[in-house]
């Protein structure tokens, strides 16, 4: 029997239910065509994460690949055993989901891995920002606006950090509310697995539950939204869906109401003018001019909202990324009542916009592939990884090393065998009020506890050489030093300890 060759006119179709293929290319060209300036923006600044990639890797880079790589390699901590001066004292490793992801990246893929998913991460919400505020009905020039002064208003969103993978879950969570309150439905209940989620990868997840809860109260009032709102109300459950269970009660009380450590770490303190901050203050000033004029255009939830999280913002420098994020899915509307858009989509603007902006996916997607591939000696130029094996050396099998908090994990990273011989790192809520007041006074260099606990040390190491003239002034050297790494960003010096280690073993 001769084979029947069947034709048809019919597009054609993957899967059952998939989108036929046609379709989704046409799709993705009407999308290019209607969102190619606010999506300049976003791969504007993805290409600029990636020229950047060196100085995206901060001390809590390295804080999170040493504790995902102890996570797998021994479980969950609950007793600290990474540094000299925290030996021993409860530690709850919140973040450990954050930290065995990026862990997990930088052992398949390298630092280069690792840097990507944090760019990638930040891309995600903007990306994220992006569709809610059309979902919402912003105009493209004014959503472009919003994508462009989120990180201006706060850069350090950037770092490759365990917050890097809450950035798009706060604004999946702020866009269901958003959604919710203009249109409700169902769907809003979708902010507890999210929730669950972020409880794993880091603790701003309580600033979300505390934005479903309210919102959950909020609804709770009409008799129609009643059992929804109850449900949202328990959000703040959420925060204990976490391998350590209710042992985070005590952590979440310890970092959000009694942290210790507020006046020693800047991030952790009140807003104040600087030339980081500045384009957040101007950020906040426009937008509560726009909100006083025009907050009507704005759904109850995002009025109330945005004015909570200014001042989480103004209450904590490393809020203010928060903040941004959602102002750049709520400015848009406002920006639109106080200057309406005027731009219209003729055949030549839609032509326009579908060149510039695949010319932009191709271009960000060529500098990706170029930077990725520029090596792990170009990523560490400030930090190579040579010099850490070098103080590993100076330290020898049992010498201690008394380095900053910049250096602490970094060295840790690079040189395993260092475990609990460097002084202390980033994890200052392992440390008493007293530990952290001692601190304080040993960063300074001009206080007795400086030579006492640099006597112990074998191996000193200072951020740059002005802190290095600052310890040999004070005497915090011996006489028998020699200076055994001598770079821009890191000094480290050897000598022979004059103290037994047991007299300074906490600080």
Request: hydrophobic share 55%; aromatic share 8%; charged share 15%.
């Amino acid at each position: 029997m001769a084979n029947r060759v069947v034709v048809t006119d019919r597009p054609w179709r993957g899967p059952a239910g998939s989108i036929p293929l046609g379709r989704a290319l046409e799709r993705a060209r009407q999308l290019l065509e209607e969102e190619a300036l606010p999506l300049l923006i976003v791969l504007g600044w993805t290409a600029l994460l990636f020229i950047s990639m060196p100085v995206l890797l901060v001390s809590d880079s390295w804080l999170s690949l040493v504790d995902g790589r102890y996570v797998i390699q021994h479980g969950l901590p609950h007793v600290d055993t990474l540094m000299l001066w925290t030996s021993g004292h409860a530690w709850t490793d919140q973040q450990w989901g954050a930290h065995v992801l990026l862990y997990g990246a930088a052992a398949h893929g390298g630092l280069r891995l690792a840097v990507a998913i944090g760019i990638a991460c930040v891309a995600g919400a903007l990306l994220a920002a992006l569709a809610v505020g059309r979902s919402l009905g912003g105009s493209a020039r004014s959503r472009t606006i919003g994508l462009a002064v989120a990180l201006l208003g706060a850069p350090w969103l950037a770092q490759v950090r365990s917050q890097s993978f809450a950035l798009p879950l706060f604004v999946a969570v702020y866009g269901l509310l958003a959604l919710d309150s203009r249109r409700p439905s169902r769907r809003v209940l979708c902010v507890f697995p999210l929730l669950v989620l972020w409880a794993n990868l880091h603790g701003s997840v309580a600033l979300g539950a505390g934005l479903v809860a309210l919102y959950g109260l909020t609804l709770v009032r009409n008799r129609m939204t009643r059992l929804r709102g109850l449900a949202l109300c328990a959000a703040p459950l959420t925060l204990l869906a976490s391998p350590y269970g209710f042992s985070l009660v005590g952590y979440y009380r310890l970092m959000l109401l009694h942290p210790p450590f507020v006046k020693y770490v800047v991030e952790w303190q009140s807003m104040s003018v600087t030339k980081v901050t500045v384009m957040f203050f101007v950020s906040a000033f426009v937008l509560a001019v726009l909100w006083g004029g025009h907050r009507r255009r704005l759904t109850t939830f995002e009025q109330w909202s945005l004015v909570v999280l200014v001042v989480v913002a103004l209450a904590a420098v490393r809020n203010a990324v928060w903040f941004e994020l959602a102002a750049a899915v709520s400015l848009p509307r406002l920006l639109d009542a106080a200057w309406p858009s005027r731009i219209e989509l003729t055949a030549g603007v839609r032509r326009l916009n579908l060149v510039l902006a695949s010319t932009a996916l191709v271009a960000v997607t060529a500098v990706g592939i170029v930077h990725l591939a520029r090596g792990s000696t170009w990523l560490e130029r400030d930090q190579p990884k040579a010099d850490a094996a070098i103080v590993a050396r100076a330290a020898g099998p049992d010498g201690i090393v008394l380095a900053n908090s910049h250096d602490a994990d970094w060295l840790l990273w690079h040189q395993p065998s260092l475990a609990g011989r460097i002084a202390y790192d980033v994890r200052f809520e392992l440390l008493s009020a007293k530990q952290l007041e001692h601190l304080a006074l040993l960063v300074g260099a001009s206080h007795p506890i400086s030579k006492r606990c640099g006597s112990i040390a074998r191996v000193v190491t200072f951020h740059g050489a002005a802190d290095e003239k600052i310890a040999l002034r004070e005497g915090v050297l011996g006489a028998d030093r020699r200076t055994v790494v001598r770079a821009p960003k890191f000094v480290a010096v050897q000598q022979q300890p004059t103290a037994a280690v047991a007299g300074c073993r906490k600080l």
